[in-house]
């Protein structure tokens, strides 16, 4: 043994302290660590280079509804009509989903109102299996609808999606029409129907309701589209330019009508609804 070594092991060092391991984050923008508490007091937005992190259904609808809102029961539907496996059960996917969610499934909805102004809130969670569509989430969405429906209130929807849900098949792809009926119904009730486009809104979902809202917001930075960027570069044997399918580049092209910062979302919707919504809402 080193003098080094019996030095060591006989002073009475003090034990390293243990510290969490959630106590820093990582930015995925800058790769700046960022104290977790003050990440969380700024919405989830790095403060160093404005890069907005994905965040759950809970954490959503606090941000954007008044206190005492109140959740709307998540649909039940028949699970796994396919019996689909590729390397697991879909059933054991799902399993796995909801022991690391709160919810039963990616779509869930709030009614409440907005600084007083009543509306619905429906949230897709990424965190659930990729945000992915299927039968539940179409559920969800059209139970959202018909409560604003119901209510004569707005209805505004956040999504982030990887797109539709592939171990449901073609019954995942129905609910792209079945959304987007209850788009329509809302437009012959008069009232509004806002999205809110978060990173990402890819695939089945922007083909659908994503697009249809009577205003268009997006998040910073937010990736935004149908195919994948190689996809496309592949198909048209072109170099996509910069930013391409990010809120920035849609908004200069005309598919997004305003790029919005989390700060600012609650009162961008807040205004909004009192130029679309109708006065007798409640």
């Known amino acids: 043994m080193s003098w080094l070594n019996r030095v060591r092991n006989s002073l009475p060092f003090i034990a390293k302290r243990e510290t969490p391991d959630n106590l820093w984050v990582k930015c995925p923008g800058c790769q700046e660590m ?23 259904a809970d954490e959503r609808l606090r941000q954007l509804l008044d206190e005492g809102y109140e959740l709307l029961d998540q649909p039940e539907v028949r699970e796994d009509p396919l019996k689909f496996k590729d390397s697991k059960k879909y059933t054991e996917r799902l399993k796995q989903a909801r022991a690391k969610n709160p919810y039963r499934d990616a779509f869930t909805v709030g009614s409440g109102a907005i600084d007083g102004r009543a509306a619905v809130v429906g949230v897709q969670d990424f965190g ?6 299927g039968m539940a989430v179409g559920t969800a969405f059209c139970a959202g609808a018909q409560r604003a429906i119901n209510r004569n209130c707005g209805y505004i929807v956040v999504t982030a ?13 129905m609910q792209m029409p079945k959304a987007t009926v209850m788009t329509r119904r809302l437009k012959e009730a008069g009232l509004p129907y ?12 922007t083909a659908s309701y994503a697009m249809l809202g009577d205003v268009q917001i997006a998040e910073p930075g937010a990736l935004i589209g149908f195919a994948g960027q190689r996809v496309i570069q592949d198909t048209i044997r072109e170099k996509l330019p910069e930013g391409f399918q990010r809120a920035e580049y849609l908004h200069q092209h005309g598919m997004v009508d305003r790029v919005v910062k989390r700060s600012d979302l609650r009162g961008e919707l807040a205004t909004l609804l009192d130029y679309m919504q109708p006065r007798a809402a409640a």
Not at 128 to 133: A, D, L, N, T, V
Not at 163 to 173: D, F, H, N, V
């Open 161 to 173: 999606a990887g797109g539709a849900r592939m171990q449901e098949g073609i019954l995942s792809l």
């Open 128 to 133: 659930f299996m990729g945000g992915s569509m």
């Open 34 to 56: 960022i104290f977790a508490k003050e990440y969380a007091e700024n919405l989830h937005v790095c403060a160093n280079c404005g890069h907005h992190g994905r965040i759950g």
């Open 194 to 205: 806002i999205v809110v486009l978060t990173d990402p809104t890819t695939g089945g979902v």
